[in-house]
């Protein structure tokens, strides 16, 4: 059986997102994860915003485990990586890594669940979104 | 005539403000602004939320022109100001300030327009406000 | 045996804060959570600057594992709190929460390294430092 | 004459960018702008750290004059623009856009300060970043 590799959308460090030890604030790299499941979600055909409007579902997290392991710095190129570990009937759990050059820099697992957007409550993930993820893996 | 002294909120500097360069990035004295003017409506007796409830009112920043003096730093205990200095119908010209013990690092001049929460249309600022603004000067 | 309550540190939800979706955007949290730790050491008696400046030692965040279980907005006024669950020779292991009007609204286990800020190494923690936490305890 | 374009820098806005009134925060424009300036260099043949380590020059903001036209939104893909339009010897003025599909949406007047990262004194731009700012005007 072949594997895909994990989705991964490429990141640079301004400024903005480094702190006065010199490396990346380790709440950014919350914001490099989220930025990469937005694309993600694009790549698969299913923008947030069509996510939205087609089905009334979003996303909200949940949980996040994350292991810092090595700081970022100034202008590094990054990748963050998008990779589902876990689906239930309404919520996914992914695998997510910052890595520079291939080096791990950050590793999490994060879990959001799918909501109504009306209701705000738990609601099964879209087939069509499902079926998108499953042709990847 | 007696004039009140500016409204004065004091902020700590911790390292989600702060980048690289060792120093405060320069967008978050935006925000340190923005919280002064905040808690200066709350000081007035009209909190933002009340404004938006009472009176359908919210304030959108159309125009900012500041200059950054000197640095702020890790660790700095700052003030941050806000003083009206020209208002129209449906629209406040604030005169705002960081500074660290009384020294001025950035001074701002932030001009809000008035809008009607629903159109999103300037709307005039309302009298209670303009009053309780009146009564500090 | 009298336990002491967890240090606590008071917060207001500004629009920085916030995102599109209408509450507190999920990596700010994480800035609560280093405001509060950061008030809690200076309230200890040993600011991030004087455990810099007097042992060479610096805090590094190494690992987070952080629920969110109901969202904080616009104008909240919330406590994030700090508490020592685990301490080895060179590391940290707080609880840490936030809440409103006692609601737990986040909830994590934050993992710090004190590290020699030269060598950069895990470095033992200042027996003073540690002395004044097991008297809050 | 022919007079060149502007130099162009695509961006994406994330919930990171947004806040509770559902457009993008205020301060959050500083952040596009800036990373636009560091591309605009790194495009130019002289990245900052380049930059930092040939010359010893680093560049700090001593003025903003911005002002908010339009509101952008979730999921909007924006362009920011840099063009200089006045340069003294260790000055620079940039003129730089937010703009969604050709429609500004907020237009700022940016100085930087050229200075000398050591004695953090103002410092003669480097004669070769000069060179590369007037080949592409």
């Known amino acids: 059986m072949i594997r895909a590799q994990p989705f991964r959308h ?18 950014n790299y919350l914001k490099f ?3 990469a499941r937005t694309e993600w979600l694009a790549a698969l055909g ?24 090595h700081p970022a710095r100034l202008n590094d190129r990054l990748d963050a990586t998008v990779e589902v570990v876990d689906r239930g009937a309404s919520r996914l759990v992914l695998a997510q890594e910052i890595s520079r050059a291939d080096r791990p820099l950050t590793r999490a ?16 993930l879209p087939a069509p979104l499902v079926a998108a993820m499953e042709n990847t893996q």
């Open 10 to 27: 490429p990141l640079t460090v301004y400024y903005e997102d480094t702190d006065a030890a010199g490396v990346v604030y380790y709440a």
């Open 33 to 35: 994860m989220e930025r």
């Open 46 to 69: 299913w923008p947030l915003a069509q996510v939205e409007r087609e089905f009334s579902r979003v996303f909200v997290v949940t949980h996040v485990d994350i292991a810092f392991l």
């Open 109 to 124: 697992r994060v879990t959001l669940a799918c909501l109504d957007r009306d209701r705000w409550r738990p609601a099964r």
